[in-house]
């Protein structure tokens, strides 16, 4: 029998990061800090200079771009928004971006030629006024500090204190100094500085100061040279010696970050760990899915992400709620097909010819006991029984049944007629049942035979449960067989068409419900039959391997899309981007521990579920609105309404939403106020725009809202407020011409009609006159279309939208359309200089007389007219176009 014993302490758990490097857009792999500005960016310290990224782009800064090194190590960003950049020798000053430029400030003088501190580490205060005060702690020299008149130096001269400071803290305007002898609190508005009482009195290498729990408590947490330990209420608490990394030289930093559920990771450089509430050490490196072994900076973002920074490039982690195992991490194989576990707190995995048990703080693996010309396949697990004497029995598909001795080797149990086996159960009564390819079988005695009751039903029994005391529950691949065992009468429960019900497992609720899994999606029994089940949230067409009930009453779904959690109507889909570790769960793998871990078997191994872990984001994704492209210019959507051109009705909206928990499909809803009655929903993540198309003339404003995968929106973020203006023909002055036409027309359409009745009245008494009135009428209409003067109306552009038949002589065209749209200026004026002055005059004066230009027809000959018009202004003055006669 071959054991292999795997200590927890070596064994590493795989979880899903996020990994950046020069190939997803770093400018180097050795990125030393790492900051998040108000916006939402994260921005990264490296060796050849500065990175800034929002999720979908990144931005560089460098020598080219007002640096004076590209080596920069610390990074902070003051309340003003201002991002403060530090390189790791201080004779290089300190730099500082405004958001447009690069700013130097040079270095404090004198420094000596053989003073040439190196930083370790930087902090941010804010002065009574507000100014921000950076803290810079140096690894010889004491402490700096940065402010608008200048530099200051506090040192162990006249202090007797300490001179190496390798990490700073703040609470609010007071710094906590992590030295080579001990911590000291230094308030820099009395330039007070003390000790911390109750903390070892040795060189401390990391701080951070964690906010107060649930019970009200803070906690400082501190790192030695080989150990972690926290103050609170004035007790220090020693949690873990012997870390698993070295410092290289006495002025290392030690990054320490306390997370929210207990958990302490320390490293630096060279060795990073995690340290349990209990004060168990686990390393923290490539073999847990990190991109490199060790952390320079462990930062927390304003969703929770945390971020470590490193010599090979950053791994964000999100979520540790999936905890991972693989070959590679200590399993007998990667695909898990069983799991059981007992009453000792072992858990058993089962694999194609061997366990994995998992055992207190070791993780085992064995083969099992089988002839070497096995088939590949018949070696492999089906499934697993704890009975209710803490013994495991292991079914193989064709090597039979195996039960586990106290001293870890195995006794195979017969089973008459040699089936293949495919699992394996225990009922309520103590009876242990085994299903086979060829129907159902019983232990009797110290073997197993078939079930005399279900002797002519010899179906492939791929899972058994309980309904009640005598009743079983078998999943065949035609459907669901119930069997009632005292009066060995069998049941079978199918649908239409028969190739949907597939049956993989059922679970009986408590309700007397009872669940069937398929391979087309999850069915309940209802009468005599299988009927599709749609629970409230949740509806699956895929196979549904296994169902299982946790101890708060929800349902898990295993599938060959990942696993799905039902609680009470919300149901949440667990993938591989979640941190499960593979798609397709087996139909026996899974089991729920009472602590509510639930252990899941994957084709690519194991995902342990641990709920303390399970968190969504700190806060909702950050939302700002960007540039408005119209189909003419961008814009600006600053506080100060926009006002936009009838033409300028077609509108695309940029905007940004920075969540980093998944950035890469943040969901938004928007709407257009003043256009949309409702919101929006959109999940495409990458594209970023919104566009609105033939808007009518209006009063806009744009809102749009991001959401995080918990639910929870951000604050609503509004546009200034965009007017698009009304077409030429809906303006005020155009009505006003288009009425007085018509009056006019009226007018003479009154007056020809007043002759004719007159001429009618008349016609008999004065019909001599006839003629006459006929040679008048004549020379009415004549005068009236052959009339020498061209009238027009052009708008504020200069661009013409009126002009009677007069101007087809004056222009050489066909019909008065032609004209339509022309600049007056730029298409007929012969000089345009000589259209600007006539513009500007009349802008000026509202009105010209007899103004003389030379214009060009449509055939490109020149002309003199004189031209006198008059400007119309809307209600505020504004010029919104002009109109006039052109007599040649």
Known sequence: MLWLAIPVICLAQLYRFQIFTVQEGLPSPTVYDVAQDSLGRIWFATRNGIASYDGLSWQYFSTDQGLLTQEIKQLKIDRYGRLWAVPEKLVKGIFYFDGQLWVHKPPPSPLGRRNKPLVTC?????????????????????????????????????????SSVFDLAARGNVLYLATDKGVFIFDPTSRRLRPLEHCPNESIHGIELQAADSTGEERIWLAGKDWVGFLQKEHFTLLARHLPFVLLTPFEKIAIHATRSGDVFAGNPYGLCLIAPNGQVKPFDVEN????????????????????????????LSTRRFANYRRLNGLFADEVTAIAGNSRGQVFLGHHGGLSVFQGQTLLTQRLPLPAKARSYSDRIMDMLVDTQDRLWVVTVEQGVMRRRNNGTFETIPVANHPRLSCIFQDQQGRIWLGTYSGLYRLAGNRFVPEQGLANLKKYIRTISQASEETLLLATPEGLIQYQVSTATAKVFSCTPQRDCSVYNALPLPNEQILVGTRKGLYVVQGDSLAACSLPGLSLQCPIFFIRRDNRGRLWLGTDRGVFLWDNGRTRHFTIADG???????????????????WIGTDQGLSIYQPEQDRGPLAPPRIQIGPLQTSQRTLALSGKPL?????????????????????????????????DSTWFYDRSGATRQIRYTNLPPGRYRFEIQASSQSGRWSPIARSAWIQIARPYWQTPWFLGLVILSLIAAGAGATSIGQQICYRKRLEVEVARRTAQLERSEARYRRLFENTGEVVFACDSQGLL?????AALQVFGCDRPEELIGKHLGRNLFVDPEAYQQFHQSLQAEGSVQNWEVQILDLRGEPRTLRISATALRDQNGNLQGFSGLMRD
Request: a negative charge; hydrophobic letters at 40%.
């Open 289 to 316: 899915g990190l991109v490199a072994t060790g952390a320079n900076c462990i930062f927390e973002d304003r969703e929770g992400n945390l971020w470590f920074a490193g010599l090979r490039g950053v791994s964000k």
């Open 580 to 598: 499960l570790i593979g798609m397709e769960t087996n139909r026996e793998a899974v089991y729920i521990e009472p602590s509510g871990w639930v």
């Open 801 to 805: 939208v009126e002009i009677n038949p």
């Open 122 to 162: 930087v902090q941010l205060t804010y002065s009574p006024d507000g100014a921000p005060c950076l803290w810079l702690g140096t690894d010889r020299n004491g402490l700096f500090c940065y402010r608008q008149k200048g530099w200051l130096h506090f040192s162990e001269a006249g202090t007797e204190a300490f």
């Open 643 to 675: 006002e936009l051109s009838a033409g300028e009705n077609e509108l695309m909206f940029h905007f940004s939403a920075i969540s980093f928990w998944e950035e890469n499909a943040p969901q938004v809803r928007y709407r257009l106020a003043g256009y």
